[in-house]
């Protein structure tokens, strides 16, 4: 069992930058792969990054490529997301998930066993 806290979230303007931690319990961290998903209201959830379990292995979806970047640190539990130049389109509900063993399919949700509440980005213009 894993259990993923998310944070860093809040209210930015337009080209500015957040930084969302995801934060897991229990001692296999390092045998998940993990990924950040989006939701924005009204709309279905969309993949973001995922990183593999040695991050050996990083992607990104089209519309963030080149302004988020997904890292993570092992020995802390923990995955981050830095965003930066942030656009209003960003905005949305933002989910980490947890993939035991990691999959090819990285940007299916179905792909992950694990996830988190999520923490609400909001990019003013």
């Known amino acids: 069992q894993v259990q993923l806290v998310e944070s860093g979230g809040g209210l930015v303007q337009a080209g500015g930058s957040l930084r969302l931690s995801c934060a897991a319990s229990?001692?296999?961290?390092?045998?998940?792969?993990m990924g950040w998903f989006r939701q924005a209201s009204g709309k279905e959830r969309e993949f973001v990054s995922a990183?593999?379990?040695?991050?050996?292995?990083?992607y990104y979806a089209d519309s963030v490529k080149g302004r988020f970047t997904i890292s993570r640190d092992n020995a802390k539990n923990t995955v981050y997301l830095q965003m930066n130049s942030l656009k209003p389109e960003d905005t949305a509900v933002y989910y980490c998930?947890?993939?035991?063993?990691?999959?090819?399919?990285?940007?299916?949700?179905?792909?992950?066993?694990?996830w988190g509440q999520g923490t609400q980005v909001t990019v003013s213009s």
């Open positions: 990183i593999s379990s040695r991050s050996a292995a990083i």
């Open positions: 229990g001692r296999t961290f390092a045998s998940y792969a």
């Open positions: 998930a947890a993939d035991y063993g990691g999959s090819t399919h990285y940007y299916y949700e179905s792909s992950y066993d694990y």
